[in-house]
């Protein structure tokens, strides 16, 4: 599993969803992708998702952008 964090970069406003960077990434390493990108998000927000989220989804590898 990867897990990617970021804001609207990460999330892909605007893209569809094969087009996103979190895609592509988990798409080349073969893993299940956990985009918790938010748009207009901050590093405080992506550390309190990332402080939520790991436990509970135990990713291999996690992404920030």
Not at 11 to 28: M, R
Request: glycine share 10%; with cysteine; hydrophobic share 45%.
């Amino acid at each position: 599993n990867a897990m990617f964090l970021g804001c609207s970069h990460t999330l892909g406003v605007g893209l569809p969803y094969e087009s996103t960077w979190a895609y592509i990434i988990s798409q080349q390493l073969n893993l299940k992708n956990y985009n918790l990108g938010i748009g207009g998000g901050a590093n405080d927000t992506a550390f309190r998702l990332a402080n939520f989220w790991i436990d509970r989804l135990q990713p291999d590898i996690v992404f920030f952008f």
